[in-house]
């Protein structure tokens, strides 16, 4: 977990928690939203009426600025809605953020056959916990995630790390596969 007496000074830290940020403001029940991160420096020389909202960090080398990509393609899965994401060179990475349900291992154990009524069995679960999880990746492969709960919504309780979900890390990377 991010502690408020480490400064966190990674750019894809920063882009990926200030993304997480932006989400949360908004509350829960979101659908999936993707944004495109680019090069802060590059985007204020295209854009120089910018640069006068940025701050400090966005100021770093490096600094990733995050513009949230709207009306994505329609998809029956999160896999399928990447498999049709391609950037161009101006994006250095991106970042994916989703809510999903959690339950412990046991839970899905006498599932009923029927999708819809697992999805309720599993919803109606009193362990159950509500997450939100963003992904983030850049062209070069580093990747961070962020795992917020809705029982401990909070920006210091945020957790953090390479390895949350490594499935949709690659899947994110493997939008910047040639």
Do not use: N, Y
Request: proline share 8%; with cysteine; charged share 25%.
């Amino acid at each position: 977990m991010t502690s408020p007496t480490q400064p966190v000074t990674d750019p894809l830290a920063i882009a990926a928690l200030d993304t997480e940020r932006h989400v949360a403001a908004a509350g829960w029940d979101q659908p999936p939203r993707l944004f495109a991160l680019v090069d802060t420096a590059d985007l204020v020389a295209r854009e120089p009426q910018l640069a006068a909202g940025l701050g400090a960090a966005d100021r770093a080398e490096g600094a990733l600025t995050a513009i949230e990509q709207e009306e994505l393609p329609e998809a029956d899965s999160i896999e399928a809605l990447l498999g049709q994401i391609a950037w161009p060179d101006t994006v250095t990475g991106c970042a994916f953020v989703l809510e999903r349900l959690v339950v412990p291992p046991d839970a899905e154990r006498d599932l009923p056959e029927d999708q819809d009524a697992a999805v309720e069995a599993l919803a109606a679960h009193p362990d159950r916990r509500d997450v939100r999880l963003l992904a983030a990746v850049t062209r070069d492969g580093r990747s961070i995630c962020l795992l917020r709960q809705r029982d401990h919504d909070s920006d210091d309780k945020v957790a953090t790390g390479p390895d949350i979900a490594p499935g949709l890390v690659a899947a994110l990377q493997a939008t910047f596969a040639d």
